[in-house]
T-cell receptor
Framework: EDKVVQSPLSLVVHEGDTVTLNCSYE??????LLWYKQEKKAPTFLFML????IEKKSGRLSSILDKKELFSILNITATQTGDSAVYLC????????????FGAGTILRVKS | GAVVSQHPSRVICKSGTSVKIECRSL??????MFWYRQFPKKSLMLMAT?????????EQGVEKDKFLINHASLTLSTLTVTSAHPEDSSFYIC???????????FGPGTRLTVL
């Protein structure tokens, strides 16, 4: 059975802290791993990772994939209260045209 | 960036009625659309995958006669919750993917409440 596991399930930090969110996966026919941020509505896309060892960055967020260890991390530096959200990772499978298997998410709360 | 819309954003209906939710890709052609369901404080659960012009593929445990999916064009898919019951109350989210990439673009979601 394909599965994606995220840790921690929830996290509370203070503004300015750096956080690392973890995502491991066990899937067949893996194509890529995606990170999303979800606030009150639907998820918004952050990163798509297909190759090992290549860091992707967007402002204070960065992410990297390790295809040997079946693992990805999402880093957020200098956290702000606006970073408070649920962060979802998902494994993209090529069957049925890019099916996504989601992890349970990490609830991040940044306190001011 | 790619935009996906959903309509309605919120619906409240009586038990036994049917509800149709539309998902549209506004600026790209979506060969594949996905329908998810999300319960409070839970992750997204894939219900079904639909390709334009063909029957939807349902995930295990999802009743295809209960959740009717139609993907009539490259920009529109609909989900109809038939004979809705209170346990069908949930947040329904669609996403769309073009042929060229693995990225899915999500709609804003529809919150269904069945009384």
């Amino acid at each position: 059975e394909d599965k994606v596991v995220q840790s921690p399930l929830s996290l509370v930090v203070h503004e300015g802290d750096t956080v690392t969110l973890n995502c491991s996966y066990e899937v067949t026919n893996f194509r890529s791993l995606l990170w999303y941020k979800q606030e009150k509505k639907a998820p918004t896309f952050l990163f798509m990772l297909t190759s090992s060892g290549i860091e992707k960055k967007s402002g204070r967020l960065s992410s990297i994939l390790d295809k040997k260890e079946l693992f990805s991390i999402l880093n957020i530096t200098a956290t702000q209260t606006g970073d408070s959200a649920v962060y979802l990772c998902a494994a993209n499978l090529p069957e049925y045209g890019n099916k996504l298997v989601f992890g349970a998410g990490t609830i991040l709360r940044v306190k001011s | 960036g790619a935009v996906v819309s959903q309509h309605p954003s919120r619906v409240i209906c009586k038990s036994g009625t049917s509800v149709k939710i539309e998902c549209r890709s506004l600026d790209f052609q979506a060969t594949t659309m996905f329908w998810y369901r999300q319960f409070p404080k839970k992750s997204l659960m894939l219900m079904a995958t639909s390709n334009e012009g063909s029957k939807a593929t349902y995930e295990q445990g999802v009743e295809k006669d209960k959740f009717l999916i139609n993907h009539a064009s490259l920009t529109l898919s609909t989900l109809t919750v038939t004979s809705a019951h209170p346990e069908d109350s949930s947040f329904y989210i669609c996403s769309a993917s073009s042929e060229s990439g693995g990225e899915q673009f999500f709609g804003p979601g529809t919150r269904l409440t069945v009384l």
